[in-house]
């Protein structure tokens, strides 16, 4: 361990009790590859535990997203963060292959199309420049192109929109989760199936977790990737996370007529669809006066009635005569400030690392957040991509990174 690193300095450690150099609070997608990463950094030896109450996964924002990779964004930490996602994508299987086993997470290359009006032109176009300037493959297509591509799609009120040519798409998110949950307890992480609910901190240091059965457990660093349950976790500890759980529902249709070569599409309204299996799943953001902080899992059907469908059928004809399937819903992390993520340490607690506020683009985050948290906690700085813009500092100073681009 370096000089410099949280862990370097270590607290008491209390004999009888389990001690872990790293405790990781939730271990889906970004726990999970914060455990992959720091399980492999040769310059790291300590044990790593992750704390995931629910090993079946069924209700954390990973195993119910929309499972998509962009390189559409408007902030180059964003795009080079996805980009990373897409190498580590595919070399998935070779990476994450645990004793000649290699896991597949069935990524498909299929393209994100944003289409805009002619008011939305000129932000495509500074994106497209910023996006191609960083090594992502967008191309920018004219109304006549987009007709002449997809037949199936009605563009008159179009100017245009940029493709991903290559990189960008969708894939088997659980399936990306496991692999790296496998790879990790490979390397050496210990899963348990427990929830962290306290926090022993003294003088701005953590020094143990309590966990929902009792248990205490040492840490000489507490990183929190608890997702929806991170701004609990904040609280613990007296920090104001400025996260919250805001629902979202994905709906699976079948369309009597295919539509070939159909990428990611997202309406200038901002409902999107994109093909899954046989069919397409679809969606759209509640009205922002009807998107309360919300935790149930019942999935907003007057959306899909009063909005979405409305809406897709105008732009692609054919999704007149869908018939629905089934359909669920999910929690975004929704970072209330800037919707992008907070990752680091605050200020006030020397050795608890933050990674949450993902606002519906985490899982595709996840390899590039996990890496970087590996890199702060065992050297006590980011290596390879520099993530410090996205730490607490601008949300302590309330100057907001916007996203441009937030669907
Ligand atoms: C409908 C929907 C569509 C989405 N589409 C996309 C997309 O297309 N592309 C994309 O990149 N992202 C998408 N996202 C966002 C993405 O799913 C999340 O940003 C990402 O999965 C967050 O991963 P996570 O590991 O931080 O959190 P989660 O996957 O929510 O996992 C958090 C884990 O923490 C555990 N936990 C909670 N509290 C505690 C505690 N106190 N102690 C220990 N463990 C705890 C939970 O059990 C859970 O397993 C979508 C999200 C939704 C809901």
Redo the contacts with the bound molecule.
Sequence with gaps: MKQGSPLAAKGQVNMGQQHFDVVI???????SAAAYFLTRDSAFSGRVAV????PS?Q???????????RHQFSTAENIRMSLFGTEFLRHFGETMSVEGSRPDPEFHEGGYLLLATPDGMPTLHENQALQRSLGADIALLDAAQLAARFPWMQVDDLAGGALGMSGEG?LD?YGMLQGMRHKAIAQGAIYMP????GIDHQRGHVSSVRLDDGQTVGCGALVN??????P??ARLVGIDLPVQARK???FYVQCPQPLPGCPMVFDPTGAYFRPEGTGFIM?IAPPEDQDPESFDFDVQYSLFEEILWPTLAARVPAFEALRSGRSW?????MNLVDHNVIVGLHPAIDNLFF??G?????????PAVGRALSELIVHGAFKTLDLSRLGWRRILDNDPIIEKNVV
């Design positions: 609070a939730g271990g889906a997608a970004v726990g704390m995931e109450p629910d996964y209700h954390c924002a990973t195993a119910l997203s929309a499972a998509s990779i969708w998110a427990r929830r962290v609910v990737c608890a997702g929806t349950g991170a609990a976790l979202r529902s994905v969606g819903a999910g929690h975004y992390d990674a949450n993902f606002s519906g683009h985490g899982m595709q985050q996840s």
